[in-house]
């Protein structure tokens, strides 16, 4: 019997395993800016964005000390963190330059442009915010598409200017 999710399902949160607990949440609180939810020791926090109970969870319990988790293998591929606004994603991307941290990447998809960067223990993160939908890309037959161009930078950045 064929099942859809419905539509206003949303993914509530991810939990991540870190090998030093204060590093990631210097990380994570500290330059991202979540808010720290609660803590239980020196093993697991949790954090958000708003308020909310958590949208991140870091823990230590299988991964205090050890190495990032192998580029090749099965796993996570990274964690998208929406943005509201593009303005949004500018200020981070400023603070975050401003930093020296490091990108892997910059993107725009049509439906939503995006950075990439790594976390601490190598996690993968995509920041990114979501266009209007009537502003989607769409093919001939009138069905989304995505696509892969290199982020303008620049013009990301002129949404600070007003």
Known sequence: MSY???AATTIGHVHLKVSDLQRS?????????????????DQAA???????????????WHSKGMPPAPEHAAGLYHVAILYPTR?????I?????????AFTGFADHGVS???YLN???LNGL??????PRDQWPKDENGEFTMYTHRLNLSDLLQELNG
């Open 25 to 41: 949440l210097d990380f994570y609180c500290g330059l991202l800016g979540f808010e720290l939810m609660t803590k239980f020791g």
């Open 4 to 6: 859809t999710v419905p």
């Open 93 to 101: 991307y400023k603070r975050l330059t401003g930093a020296g941290v």
């Open 113 to 115: 442009e995006a950075l």
């Open 87 to 91: 303005k949004d994603l500018a200020e």
């Open 119 to 121: 976390d601490p223990d």
């Open 46 to 60: 949790f954090i958000s964005a708003g308020g909310y109970h958590h949208h991140i969870g870091l823990n230590t």
């Open 126 to 131: 995509e920041l990114y915010w979501d266009r």
